[in-house]
């Protein structure tokens, strides 16, 4: 089992930035992808970014150019700096792992854009 903690959420105003975190623990070994996805009001749960154990990246297009992610493997964590937020980034942000083709998902943390 991996549990996935995240942090980081909250209200921003349009332009603004944030940080997540995701903190992974429990049977970490061999955790090959760890990424963020999002479900906005409404929708259904989406894409944002994923990377690799090896440093790959991936992300959606439409948070290209603004949101970086980044992971530690020896903290076991992976972030995802938000830059240049717009409203229709408000969603509730999910890390995910997967090992061994099984996907674990944290508890989920709210982000809202907003003036």
């Known amino acids: 089992q991996v549990q996935l903690v995240e942090s980081g959420g909250g209200l921003v105003q349009p332009g603004g930035s944030l940080r997540l975190s995701c903190a992974a623990s429990g049977s970490i070994f061999s955790i090959y992808f760890m990424g963020w996805y999002r479900q906005p009001p409404g929708k259904q749960r989406e894409l944002v970014a994923t990377i690799t154990s090896g440093g790959r990246t991936n992300y959606a297009d439409s948070v290209k150019g603004r949101f970086t992610i980044s992971r530690d493997n020896a903290k076991n964590t992976v972030n995802l700096q938000m830059n240049s937020l717009k409203s229709e980034d408000t969603a509730v942000y999910y890390c995910?792992?997967?090992?061994?083709?099984?996907?674990?998902w944290g508890q989920g943390t709210q982000v809202t854009v907003s003036s």
């Open positions: 995910n792992a997967v090992r061994f083709s099984v996907d674990y």
